[in-house]
Nanobody, 121 residues
Framework: QVQLVESGGGLVQAGGSLRLSCAAS????????MGWYRQAPGKAREWVAG???????SYADSVKGRFTISRDNAKNTVYLQMNSLKPEDTAVYYC???????????????WGQGTQVTVSS
């Protein structure tokens, strides 16, 4: 079994910062891409940022320059540092990872349970 557990969400005023963490645990051989998605009320889930095992990262235009994704491969953990938060960043944030449980099989997609981020104006 593999689990992704997020932490770090909460309530913050506009202009503030939050740091999300997501730790993967269980029967893991390797983790390829890790990323963050978010879903606001009444909207579809959208991709926020992703990072490869080697550290290459990419961001949605809406968060570029304000959010920073990073990872600690030794801890199987990905982070999302969110600065200059806006009310429109309010959403449930989900961690996602492409995880191989065996060297002989392709990776599978895993999701965390989500953590609420609320930005007040």
């Amino acid at each position: 079994q593999v689990q992704l557990v997020e932490s770090g969400g909460g309530l913050v005023q506009a202009g503030g910062s939050l740091r999300l963490s997501c730790a993967a645990s269980g029967s893991i051989f390797s983790i390829n891409v890790m990323g963050w998605y978010r879903q606001a009320p009444g909207k579809a889930r959208e991709w926020v940022a992703g990072i490869t095992r080697g550290g290459s990262s990419s961001y949605a235009d809406s968060v570029k320059g304000r959010f920073t994704i990073s990872r600690d491969n030794a801890k199987n953990t990905v982070y999302l540092q969110m600065n200059s938060l806006k009310p429109e960043d309010t959403a449930v944030y989900y961690c996602n990872a492409d995880i191989k449980r065996s060297p002989f099989r392709p990776g599978d997609d895993y999701w965390g349970q989500g953590t609420q981020v609320t930005v007040s104006s």
